[in-house]
């Protein structure tokens, strides 16, 4: 079984501070892993993904994220936060190992960015 | 970039009556599109996988009598909730995900808001 937890439900965050948002996953293999954005009454965007290769991972908008196995974790990260990326962050999972596309999420976390 | 519409983006129905949501793929043929369902401060939780040309793969616990799936085309899926009542109000979004790469990220359409009263 495959899932993915993210402990904050919100992280609150000053304009031009470093913004983190956690997430741990579990599968039984290797892991591709993504970070989606959600504005409100949106569908999802999305921000970055880790399939292979280097762990740490450049997205949009000047997020990126490290992909750190003894810990399995995929913290999404940008150095100088603005108002603008007040939104649901969510990280999914899906394990190269599972049969299917299905992909799992946490259960999002709410950022909030103040000027 | 790849685009997914959904239509509509929300809809108020009288329970016992039922909906169609419409998901199409823009600019990318889909053949396989995923719909989810979330409510309020939750995260997204998969229904069903709608497979162009077969029949959707469900979920444990979702009811396909209920909420019956259709991909006709390449382009297009359809969700119906049929027979709704209040506790089947909730965000639904359908998502693709564009060539058969696995690896590939989805793209959501931009969901649709359903109050059922």
């Known amino acids: 079984a495959q899932s993915v937890a993210q402990p904050e439900d919100q992280v609150n965050v000053a304009e031009g501070n470093p913004l983190t948002v956690k997430c741990t996953y579990s599968?039984?293999?290797?892991?591709?892993l993504f970070w989606y954005v959600q504005y409100p009454n949106r569908g999802l965007q999305f921000l970055l993904k880790?399939?292979?290769?280097?762990?740490l991972v450049k997205g949009s908008y000047g997020f990126e994220a490290e992909f750190n196995k003894s810990q399995t974790s995929f913290h999404l990260k940008k150095p100088s936060a603005l108002v603008s990326d007040s939104a649901l962050y969510f990280c999914?999972?899906?394990?190269?190992?599972?049969?299917?596309?299905?992909?799992?999420f946490g259960g999002g976390t709410r950022v909030l960015v103040k000027p | 970039g790849a685009v997914v519409s959904q239509h509509p983006s929300w809809v108020i129905c009288k329970s016992g009556t039922s909906v169609k949501i419409e998901c199409r793929s823009l600019?990318?043929?889909?053949?396989?599109m995923f719909w989810y369902r979330q409510f309020p401060k939750q995260s997204l939780m998969l229904m069903a996988t709608?497979?162009?040309?077969?029949?959707?793969?469900?979920e444990q616990g979702v009811e396909k009598d209920k909420f019956l799936i259709n991909h006709a085309s390449l382009t297009l899926s359809t969700l119906t909730v049929t027979s709704a009542h209040p506790e089947d109000s909730s965000f639904y979004i359908c998502?693709?995900?564009?060539?058969?790469?696995?690896?590939?990220?989805?793209?959501f359409g931009n969901g649709t808001r359903l109050t059922v009263t």
């Open positions: 999914a999972v899906r394990d190269r190992k599972a049969a299917g596309n299905k992909l799992t």
């Open positions: 600019d990318f043929q889909a053949t396989t």
């Open positions: 998502s693709a995900r564009v060539g058969g790469n696995e690896n590939s990220p989805l793209h």
């Open positions: 599968v039984s293999g290797n892991p591709y």
């Open positions: 880790y399939i292979t290769g280097d762990n």
């Open positions: 709608s497979n162009e040309g077969s029949k959707a793969t469900y």
